[in-house]
């Protein structure tokens, strides 16, 4: 059975930075893509960031391009979410997902999701 458990999230001032990790265990943790997903109160999830397992292409939502960096150790079956410059608008409960079953990998088609992790950015 697929486990994700994601760390790394706290508390910081805007312009800070943290990195969240999403540790994969169980069977087939690394198929087809893996991604980073928030939500914050009242809103929907939004993709934040994916990436292909195989390739290592990588997809990031409009409001963290060029600030968030994810990326993926295969033989830690773990993920990662290097997040720069963060604003009061990234505050949100981060999770991570795998074991996509298709289509866009900022959609939210996967079998897997972690229990979440909170960033909280103060101005």
């Known amino acids: 059975q697929l486990q994700l458990v994601e760390s790394g999230g706290g508390s910081v001032q805007a312009g800070g930075s943290l990195r969240l990790s999403c540790a994969a265990s169980?069977?087939?943790?690394?198929?087809?893509?893996m991604g980073w997903f928030r939500q914050a109160p009242g809103t929907e999830r939004e993709g934040v960031a994916a990436?292909?397992?195989?390739?290592?292409?990588?997809y990031y939502g409009n409001s963290v391009k060029g600030r968030f960096t994810i990326s993926l150790d295969k033989a830690q079956n773990t993920m990662y979410l290097q997040m720069n410059d963060l604003k009061p608008e990234d505050t949100a409960m981060y999770y991570c997902?795998?074991?996509?079953?298709?289509?866009?990998?900022?959609?939210?088609?996967?079998?897997?999701w972690g229990q979440g992790t909170q960033v909280t950015v103060s101005s």
């Open positions: 169980g069977v087939a943790p690394m198929r087809n893509a």
């Open positions: 990436i292909w397992t195989a390739g290592g292409g990588t």
């Open positions: 997902a795998a074991d996509s079953y298709g289509g866009y990998p900022l959609n939210a088609n996967y079998n897997c």
